[in-house]
């Protein structure tokens, strides 16, 4: 069974930087095989959104755009760690951030636009930024 373990949140001024960490454990195969990772937030009142997602198997990304050139996703494969460094961050990215994972062997990327592909959920990490 695979489990994610979110680290990181916390609460940060505007313009801060935090660093939010999801650690994978219980993989069938190596961490780059063909799978998707993700980092969903949400804001009391507000839908779940993905943030960014990552194609374990090629690095592809995915940022919303809100997040654009403010968050970066990327990989620690020896890790089995995903990472979302956020910078620069605003009171609107106030929310509970969420690691997701698919299963791995997924056909493409495009089983990372869809949230009914993520099997595997962490607990959530809050992150509160103040004006």
């Known amino acids: 069974q695979v489990q994610l373990v979110e680290s990181g949140g916390g609460s940060v001024q505007a313009g801060g930087s935090l660093r939010l960490s999801c650690s994978a454990s219980?993989?069938?195969?190596?961490?780059?095989?063909?799978?998707?990772m993700a980092w969903f937030r949400q804001a009391p009142g507000k839908e779940r959104e993905r943030v960014a997602s990552?194609?374990?198997?090629?690095?592809?990304?995915y940022y919303v755009d809100s997040v654009k050139g403010r968050f970066t996703i990327s990989q620690d494969s020896a890790k089995n760690t995903v990472y979302l460094q956020m910078n620069n961050l605003k009171p609107e990215d106030t929310a509970m951030y969420y690691c997701?994972?698919?299963?791995?062997?997924?056909?493409?990327?495009?089983?990372?636009?869809?949230?009914?592909?993520?099997?595997?959920w962490g607990q959530g990490t809050q992150v509160t930024v103040s004006s």
């Open positions: 990552i194609y374990t198997g090629a690095v592809n990304t």
């Open positions: 997701a994972a698919t299963r791995q062997g997924v056909p493409s990327t495009w089983s990372c636009v869809r949230e009914s592909e993520y099997n595997y």
């Open positions: 219980g993989y069938t195969y190596p961490f780059t095989y063909r799978g998707c």
